[in-house]
């Protein structure tokens, strides 16, 4: 099995030495990004029934720009407003960790099949976010959860916010 596809289940499987082994390889930046693209491409078929092809590239090129919001504000907020005494990161630290925290999106491929959409994608969001919460915890170097959720979720909000910005200057979000 090769590196990429071992990570990428690893992830899935929420491995805590998986990001910790991430955050340390510094070579690691494409396979995350890739897992993002591959995650969003995977929600974009999945929901080819809802958004029609043209769903797929924006849901691409969405999920990257927010991907890389979270995880810079998660850095932010991380180290600058919530860090604890052994808290040392990088934004590319959070970067590796929160791409590979993707993983599980890729059972979102399944909301194509009739029915299943809404479950899946409910599925995959929560797995994601409890991902999300340990490559914050590890990549921060955080003993307490709480602490990792409570950055995620102050992060999240702040990206939703810029994100309708974006969307009300924008002319607002496609209609689906």
């Known amino acids: 099995m090769n590196i990429l596809t071992d ?6 499987k929420l491995d805590v030495h998986l990001y910790e082994e991430v955050e340390a390889d510094k070579g690691a ?8 693209v591959l ?6 078929v999945g929901s080819i029934g809802a958004m029609g092809l043209g769903g797929i590239l924006l849901g691409t090129v969405a999920a990257l720009g927010g991907w890389y919001i979270w ?5 932010l907020i991380g180290t600058k407003f919530l860090p604890e005494p052994q808290t ?24 194509v099949i009739p029915g ?4 899946v994608f409910v599925v995959a969001s929560v797995w994601m976010l409890v ?13 307490a959860t709480w ?19 974006l969307f009300s200057f924008l002319g607002g979000p496609p209609a689906l």
């Open 7 to 12: 990570r990428i289940i690893r992830a899935a």
């Open 29 to 36: 930046m494409r396979q995350a990004m890739a897992v993002v």
């Open 39 to 44: 995650s969003s491409l995977a929600a974009g």
């Open 71 to 75: 995880a810079y504000l998660t850095y």
């Open 88 to 111: 040392e990161a990088d934004l590319g630290q959070l970067l590796r960790t929160t791409g590979f925290s993707s993983s599980p999106g890729l059972i979102r491929v399944l909301g």
């Open 116 to 119: 299943l959409g809404t479950v």
């Open 131 to 143: 991902a999300m919460v340990i490559a914050v915890r590890q990549a921060l170097d955080y003993t």
């Open 147 to 165: 602490r990792a959720v409570a950055v995620c979720a102050i992060g999240w909000l702040i990206q939703t916010v810029i994100l309708m910005l």
